[in-house]
């Protein structure tokens, strides 16, 4: 049930509104979403330039971003958690007999503040509606999907936490 | 459904011929870049501290704050 109420505070908008309390935006930097709960702990430290994904139907994807500070700096060493789909739109840990972590690996920028990695295209996929939050959102007559999208969550001692 | 932020959506650009040498990917394939911009500790807490007192203010309550809560000024 615990995933059920974590996609009820979701779809509501509750996360999100908690979230953009205690962590506030100034226009020039990049805004929070939600978590999920396909986040782990066990994704694997990876150098520049890795292939984090391996579903062979996934089109492959080439990923080069930078985290700057609000000034425009570029910023060293700041620890990157990143996590998506295979092209079925599930997680790894959507499957069972999950022997170690796929399309999810931690990174770190370097120097100037570049991060790169291979990965594959986003899908879009439906938020689990087999329970209590798939019934409501019928009766509100809203569809389940979320877009394709790629997670971030990037932490540095000194800078405030960011999922996105 | 979730109300997307439109400053996190991006087109998939193409990977061009220098790109495709530098990191070591075929020509054409596809190419996600962003430019994440994280905000400080302290700009965090400031703004989040002013957004705090504003909403009080609007609210009309005389409020100052401790350890980040905004609680009664009953001087």
């Given at each position: 049930m615990l995933q059920e109420f974590i996609l009820l505070s979701d779809i509501l908008g509750l996360s999100l509104l908690v979230d953009s309390i205690d962590h506030p935006k100034p226009p020039s930097s990049t805004e929070g979403t939600v978590l999920g709960p396909?986040?782990?702990?066990?994704a694997i430290s990876e150098p520049n330039?890795?292939?984090?994904?391996?579903?062979?139907q996934g089109e492959p994807c080439l990923a080069v971003c930078t985290v700057k500070d609000t000034e425009g700096k570029p910023i060293e060493g700041v620890k990157i958690d990143i996590w998506e789909t295979d092209s079925n739109g599930k997680?790894?840990?959507?499957?069972?007999?999950?022997e170690q972590p796929d399309q999810r690996a931690v990174m770190h920028s370097d120097k100037e503040g570049v991060f790169w990695f291979k990965a594959i295209v986003p899908v879009p996929y439906p938020i689990p509606n087999d329970g209590p939050v798939g019934k409501l959102l019928k009766v509100l007559k809203r569809h389940c999907y979320r877009p394709s999208h790629m997670h971030f969550m990037m932490e540095k001692p000194g800078f405030d936490h960011l999922i996105t | 459904m979730f109300g997307v932020k439109e400053s996190l959506l991006i087109d998939l650009g193409t990977v061009d011929a220098e790109q495709a040498k530098t990191y070591g990917v075929k020509e054409g394939g596809k190419l996600m870049s962003y430019d994440f911009v994280l905000v400080s500790e302290q700009e965090s807490r400031e703004l989040r501290e002013k957004n705090a007192m504003d909403a009080m203010k609007d609210l009309g309550f005389r409020m100052k704050l401790y350890n980040g809560l905004p609680v009664p000024e009953v001087d």
């Open positions: 396909f986040h782990t702990h066990d330039g890795t292939q984090i994904a391996h579903d062979p997680y790894d840990v959507q499957y069972e007999g999950r | -």
